[in-house]
């Protein structure tokens, strides 16, 4: 024990049901044992609404509370795909929903957790987009959409920004080094861990003359990724989809 687990980007979706089989396995075999998960976002490859009759949802939501039951509590912060997801979905799974932003402490040091697109601010374009699909009254209207006018809406919305995505250089999607130490600095940490990106690495840092680390996760789409923080220090690891 004395492990707690980090994963991020899973993007899960039924199209792809060989990352759903990493996923089932992950947390049949290897979450119960660590004393906490934190799944930092994009655990899915996009939401609606938690009253989706999607079969995956299901079965997803009965792993998070299988893992549960057997006593590791799993924390969820949204990602810039499932940010709608809510509190209805979150009891079911029995997630714990946690802020955009937060500091956990692990093993007795304080670590900033987040999903890491707030830390792209040189995207503008996608800062915009963020901004307005988290105006709580525009949240509210499209959750009460019929669920076919939802989807619509949404492919719609999907469509339009991977053709948008395909224009934009490496460097504006990766994050601000600048907006990296702001952060850290806000919230007096010496170590951050996010995802998002799909660059994972440890990077070195230095804020106010001291040591600090940036940890970033990788997406499961050829392999999965797991970061294992103990007592001893943290280890980023690749796992096999199949
Ligand atoms: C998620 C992204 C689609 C990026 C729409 C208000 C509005 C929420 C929504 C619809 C889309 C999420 C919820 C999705 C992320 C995209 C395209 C680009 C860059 C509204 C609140 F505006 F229509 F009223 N949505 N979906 N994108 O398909 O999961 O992250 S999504
Ligand atoms: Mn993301």
Redesign the pocket.
């Known amino acids: 024990n004395q492990t707690t687990l980090f994963i991020a980007d899973l993007h899960l979706s039924t199209g792809r049901p060989d990352i759903t089989a990493a996923f089932l396995r992950f947390m049949a075999e290897e979450a119960p044992r660590a004393d906490a998960l934190y799944i930092l976002g994009d655990l899915?490859?996009?939401?609606?609404g938690d009253d989706e009759p999607n079969p995956l949802h299901a079965c997803v939501a009965e792993a998070c509370r299988a893992c549960v039951g057997q006593g590791t509590p799993v924390y969820f912060v949204h990602?810039?795909?499932?940010?709608?997801l809510g509190r209805d979905f979150a009891g079911r799974a029995g997630l714990t929903l946690l802020p955009e932003h937060t500091v956990v402490e692990l093993y007795g040091k304080p670590v900033l957790i987040m999903h890491g697109?707030t830390l792209c601010t040189d995207d503008r374009d996608?800062q915009r987009?963020?901004r307005?699909?988290?105006?709580p009254w525009?949240?509210w209207?499209?959750?009460r959409?019929p669920l076919s006018w939802?989807i619509k809406?949404?492919?719609g919305?999907?469509n339009?920004?991977?053709n948008?995505?395909q224009a934009k250089s490496m460097m504006l999607m990766d994050v601000s080094q600048l907006e990296v130490e702001r952060q850290m600095a806000q919230h007096k940490v010496e170590l951050l861990i996010h995802g998002h990106t799909h660059r994972p690495d440890i990077h070195q840092l230095t804020l106010d003359d001291r040591a600090a680390r940036r940890i970033v996760l990788g997406d499961w789409y050829t392999q999965g990724s797991v970061l294992r923080v103990t007592p001893e220090g943290e280890r980023l690891q690749r796992r096999q989809l199949g």
């Open positions: 899915f490859e996009f939401w609606i990602g810039n795909r499932d940010f709608l697109d996608y987009f963020r307005i699909t988290h105006w525009l949240q209207l499209f959750r959409l939802r809406v949404a492919d919305m999907r339009k920004s991977q948008a995505n």
